[in-house]
């Protein structure tokens, strides 16, 4: 694969936590005990993760019609029925989807509980590239799409793998119990922030230097020091009485850190903004709510109207990712 288009897979596979990366907040302490949730094969090595429950998105509510108005020139029922012509496989047929990246060695991987088969999801990623070559990963069988560096795979509990860099292989180890998953820390971080159909980590302190210099290479001086303050962030996208809900929590080392990375956090909007570069998510994004406990900074946005423009800025962002790895694009869908 060229560096562009696994540069779009590890972003799809990242997706969910998109905007925290895209907004420098890339490294939070372990904060006492406390239990450390489950959440499936994700690999030791992952520095973020992300867990999507598909079918709850797509159920009738506030969220559902965040992402019908998200979809390009059409709604979610128009777009997946767009792909499903093209690929032969219903995308509303996803259940769930945890998905991993750990950029500085370009892998990535993501595991799919849908109802295709996996003949189906070969021929819907053949569909938009070259034949793949047969292959074995940690003894499951498998498919290398050499074009495009893809490998896929299926989990004992018949779920799809997909991934790039060796991605496919740490989640079927990570699944056989060959391989250590995600420390209880990062999983304590992600547990903490409210329940909701998509939530996040980013675990910084497996971030390398590259990775770290390369998200804070445009920013002041002052915002690279406090991003170095902060070990742990997570954020769920979920609903209140009603009403969408954005909630990040970012944590420093210390008192002095986190009040530095509250004054940081609340220049948020105008680095999106650059990061994202859409007005009308800068916008919405200073209307968040900045508070601070202790060390821990919790960012809230809630309302349509509010998180609307964030949505569709990161969901257009992950489509073109997605469609980009595959050789598949928007443009050509809505042809």
């Known amino acids: 694969m060229d560096g562009f288009r696994r540069r779009d897979l590890l972003g799809a596979t990242g997706a969910a936590a998109g905007f925290a990366l895209a907004g420098c907040l890339d490294r939070v302490p372990v904060l006492g005990a406390g239990s450390a949730p489950s959440v499936g094969p994700v690999p030791a090595s992952a520095t973020a993760f992300a867990t999507v429950d598909a079918a709850a998105l797509l159920d009738p509510g506030p969220l559902r019609d ?146 770290i210099d390369t998200i804070t290479r445009d920013l002041p001086r002052f915002s690279r020091d406090v991003i170095d303050s902060v070990r742990f962030v997570a954020g769920s996208l979920s609903t209140v009485d009603g009403r969408p809900r954005v909630v990040l929590h970012v944590t420093g080392d210390d008192g002095t850190g986190a009040r530095q990375l509250k004054e940081y956090a609340e220049a948020i909007p105008v680095l999106l903004g650059q990061r994202i570069d859409d007005e009308a998510a800068e916008r919405a994004l200073g209307d968040a709510e900045i508070t601070r406990d202790g060390t821990r900074v919790t960012i809230t946005l809630e309302g349509s109207e509010t998180i609307r423009p964030l949505v569709r800025a990161v969901f257009e962002r992950a489509l073109f990712a997605v469609f980009s790895a595959t050789g598949l694009s928007i443009e050509d869908l809505l042809a």
């Open 66 to 211: 965040l992402l019908d108005d998200a979809a390009p020139a059409t709604d979610v029922d128009g777009l997946a029925e767009l792909v499903a012509d093209r690929t032969g496989i219903d995308l509303r047929e996803a259940r769930q989807a945890i998905g991993f990246a750990t950029p500085a060695g370009g892998v990535a991987g993501t595991v799919v509980d849908a109802d295709w088969s996996s003949t189906e999801f070969v021929a819907a990623i053949e569909s938009q590239a070259r034949a793949p070559i047969e292959t074995t990963v940690e003894g499951r069988p498998g498919y290398d799409f050499e074009g495009i560096g893809l490998t896929v795979s299926t989990l004992e509990d018949g779920r799809h793998v997909a991934g790039v860099g060796g991605g496919v292989r740490a989640i079927v180890a990570t699944a056989a119990g060959s391989n250590e998953g995600v420390r209880a820390a990062v999983r304590r971080a992600y547990g903490r922030v409210p329940s909701g159909p998509i939530r996040f980590a980013i675990d910084a302190t497996a971030a390398s230097r590259g990775t």
